[in-house]
């Protein structure tokens, strides 16, 4: 039986951020300062984790994508991720990663059942990356997509978030890696969640510039048919290209008609919608003891609760308190 919201949305997918930390400290993702941790304590045990997951299962969930903070980090992750391929009802589980922990986790993640992997990557220049995310480490990062792609996984999502002034003149370099690689290469617009001490409406390049920019250079895009994933990505190919070209466009042309996530969040919320702050805790009553029923009830509550849409058009300016790390970008 599907999961369906009362806008008759089937809901088949959990977004489960396991930490709020992470190895990167990008500019447009964490606040500059005013960052708490969460304590040890306050993280969602794996076993917790593992048991709503089998619960969302029961009610229709097939897909997990694990996130962060940055995965990779969090101490016994691969036999976490082992420990759920087996939960009746999941089909697939995927990972969105940095990229930074690939070259030596890609094989594990592979046997671990992980079966698609989405690598974050704001910029193709060692310098500029370092101005980024505050890291050196570029060429490990490649050198981890190289290792992702020798493991087996296909196709390997390359997702960039171009910032007005700071990355958007690699747009087009981005898209020409899909000319002679299987990538997906997908472009995000910039929402305003997290560092919301740097959030300007005019940082988002939407996702019309974004393809105005690669066809000026690059020639016009076909709809790609064959793209996989149900995702919110539109699809695109150069001519001749042997990847994919995707926009993801929360921003200018929302998906939220079709959107099919919960998300839990690193301290145990089910957070119906990104761009709401409504959420539903699950890691109290789980550490009170309830009992299954009550986490189903609480799940179907966060269908209830989940917002048509998000508003952004009628409240530009606004931002979101809690850093994607901690909601599970
Ligand atoms: N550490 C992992 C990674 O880098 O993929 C997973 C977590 S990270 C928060 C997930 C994604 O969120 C990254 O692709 C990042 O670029 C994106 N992200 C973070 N803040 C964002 C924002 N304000 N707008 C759009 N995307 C954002």
Redesign the pocket.
């Known amino acids: 039986m599907p999961l369906v919201d009362p806008r008759n949305r089937i809901i088949d997918y959990l977004r489960v ?1 396991v930490t709020d930390r ?1 190895n ?1 400290s ?1 500019a ?2 964490k606040p500059r300062s005013g960052m708490r941790l969460l304590s040890h304590g306050d993280v969602l045990r794996y076993e917790e984790i593992h048991r709503l997951v089998t619960v969302a299962a029961t009610l229709g969930i097939s897909h997990v994508r694990i ?5 990779l980090v969090r101490r016994d992750l691969l036999p976490f991720l082992a420990s759920l391929r087996p939960v009746p009802g999941i089909t697939d589980i995927s990972i ?4 930074l922990l690939l070259e030596e986790m890609a094989e594990g993640l592979r046997d671990a059942g992980i079966c698609r992997l ?3 990557l ?1 910029s193709l220049k060692p310098a500029r990356f370092a101005g980024i995310t505050g890291s050196d480490e570029w060429g490990r990062v490649w050198r981890g997509i190289e290792k992702a792609e020798t493991c087996g996984f296909a196709p390997i999502k390359i ?1 960039m ?1 171009p910032v007005r002034g700071v990355n958007d003149d690699e747009i087009v370099d981005f898209a020409r890696l899909t000319l002679d690689r299987q990538f997906h290469v997908r472009f ?8 919301h001490d740097r ?1 300007d409406t005019d940082s988002c390049v939407s996702s019309e510039e974004a393809r105005r920019a690669i066809e000026e250079v690059l020639g016009p895009l076909e709809p790609a048919s064959d793209a996989t994933g149900a995702g919110p990505a539109r699809n695109f190919r150069l001519a001749g290209g042997r990847g994919v070209i995707g926009f993801i466009s ?1 921003i200018t042309k929302h998906f939220c008609e079709s959107c099919r996530r919960l998300r839990l969040t690193a301290d145990g919320r089910i957070r119906p919608c990104l761009l709401s702050d409504t959420e539903i805790d699950v890691k109290s009553p789980m550490r009170g003891g309830c009992g299954d029923e009550e986490l189903v009830r609480l799940l179907q509550l966060a269908l209830q609760v989940k917002p048509e849409r998000h508003y952004l058009a009628e409240a530009p300016g606004a931002c979101f308190e809690r ?3 901690k909601i ?2």
């Open positions: 951020s992470c990167l990008c447009y993702c996130t962060g903070g940055e995965p969105t990663t940095n990229g989405n690598i974050s704001d997702n978030v995000i617009e910039l929402m305003p969640i997290g560092a959030w929360p850093t994607m790390s599970g970008g």
